[in-house]
């Protein structure tokens, strides 16, 4: 059972992200404390304390850690301090952290396609879609939250103006179901083919999966396989710095928890941003599929899940990580444009063909008309001459014409 000061603390939380993070800074400074209980954090009076939280600063600040991300930890401490009514003085605290710095837009860059692909090749079944969920946008404190009824999965997808649907392998995500901040965003069709894996290998161990199954499970033995436990936030992060210090990609040393040219798991998303932008979709769909709020569009602003895809698709080929699965499908794209093309061509030789056709029987119509029109032109001519020749007949006595 949970502690009264922990329920006071974790329920009080504004949104999922603001849950996980605040969980993990505090579990932090309760490991730091040495304490076995949460509630132990509440044995020590307000100046011994606020000496113990100093003390846990200068810790941090000796790790190398940045100011920001002193301040981020000390907001989940704050808040469970508040939520259980112990008064600190946290103007005073705060002092010692010192001034932010931040880094540089121009030292800040996304992971490159390369980097990307090595860390895939370092990682199994349920890392591979961890990084594919984060290359889908998705902040890493909503991954623990996903369940399998979640994720809809579009085979075809008919665009607008198409005679026919196109094949299609993508998940649609709804990330922080049933809360304010819930928004709906896709994976790529290698990223719905490395979900599609990971749930095939925990079927062949014996488990049902069921729409309330966590999509991402705690590593589990054969004989658990049937009782899904989700991946706490802590677990999640783990993995993937296992992933990236395998890789290569980071190193592990005095300022690897210093933010880096490249931000560790925010990077992800950044590279999903970039790409979208870069393939030219509308901007507010691309604020929608990042799930970032925006005023007043928020209320006006309704697309429907179609016109989500359709601008999703747009940046599919510079989403897609494996070189392989891009020439697959541009080798499909020009399949398609074939298809097209014959269609085209036998469009244009059955017109061609009915237009032959037509005027064959133009032709014949026609010769029809002069034979027609030559036999009533003799006809007429003949009755005209034969009339003439009665008439002159009338006139002329050819019996006198004879005796003469």
Not at 210 to 218: S, W
Not at 286 to 293: C, P, Q
Not at 343 to 354: F, S, V
Not at 393 to 402: A, H, M, P, T, W
């Amino acid at each position: 059972m949970l502690e009264k000061c922990y329920r006071n603390f974790i329920d009080t939380c504004k949104s999922p992200v603001t849950k996980a993070n605040y969980d993990l800074h505090l579990s932090q400074f309760k490991d730091w404390m040495k304490a076995k209980k949460y509630s132990d954090l509440l044995k020590y009076k307000p100046k011994p304390l606020q000496e113990k939280i100093i003390d846990y600063i200068n810790y941090m600040k000796k790790q190398k850690q940045s100011p920001a991300s002193i301040y981020a930890k000390l907001s989940g401490i704050r808040h469970f301090y508040v939520m259980n009514d112990l008064v600190l003085n946290w103007p005073r605290i705060k002092k010692f952290v010192g001034a932010s710095t931040k880094v540089k837009v121009t030292q800040d860059r996304i992971y490159t396609k390369e980097e990307i692909r090595k860390i895939l090749e370092k990682c199994d079944e349920r890392k591979r879609v961890l990084v594919f969920l984060m290359l889908a946008g998705l902040r890493i404190g909503a991954l623990p939250g996903l369940k399998i009824k979640h994720l809809t999965k579009w085979k075809e997808f008919k665009p607008e103006g198409a005679e026919k649907p196109i094949p299609l392998n993508v998940y649609q995500i709804i990330v922080y179901a049933g809360e304010p901040e819930e928004y709906t965003t896709f994976t790529t069709v290698e990223g719905a083919q490395a979900i599609d894996s990971y749930l095939d290998y925990r079927r062949r161990y014996g488990e049902e999966i069921k729409p309330d199954a966590p999509l991402i499970r705690e590593q589990f033995k054969p004989e658990n396989a049937k009782e899904p436990r989700p991946l706490s936030l802590h677990a999640v992060k783990f993995l993937l710095e296992r992933a990236l210090l395998d890789a290569g990609v980071r190193q592990r040393g005095k300022d690897y928890t210093k933010r880096q040219e490249v931000m560790r798991f925010h990077g992800f998303r950044k590279y999903f941003n970039t790409m979208l932008q870069k393939a030219g979709c509308k901007p507010a769909i691309k604020e929608m599929l990042m799930g970032h709020k925006m005023g007043l569009e928020d209320s006006y602003l309704r697309p429907d899940d179609e016109e989500l895809l359709t601008e999703f698709l747009k940046a599919l080929d510079l989403l897609t990580i494996s070189e392989e699965k891009l020439l697959k499908h541009e080798v499909e794209k020009l399949k398609a444009a074939t298809a097209d093309l014959d269609t085209m061509k036998k469009g244009y030789i059955d017109i061609k063909l009915e237009l032959e056709k037509k005027e064959k029987e133009m032709e014949k119509r026609l010769e029809e008309q002069d034979k027609k029109h030559k036999e009533d032109l003799d006809k007429r001519v003949a009755e005209a001459v034969e009339k003439y020749i009665q008439t002159v007949s009338g006139r002329v006595d050819f019996s006198k014409l004879r005796s003469q």
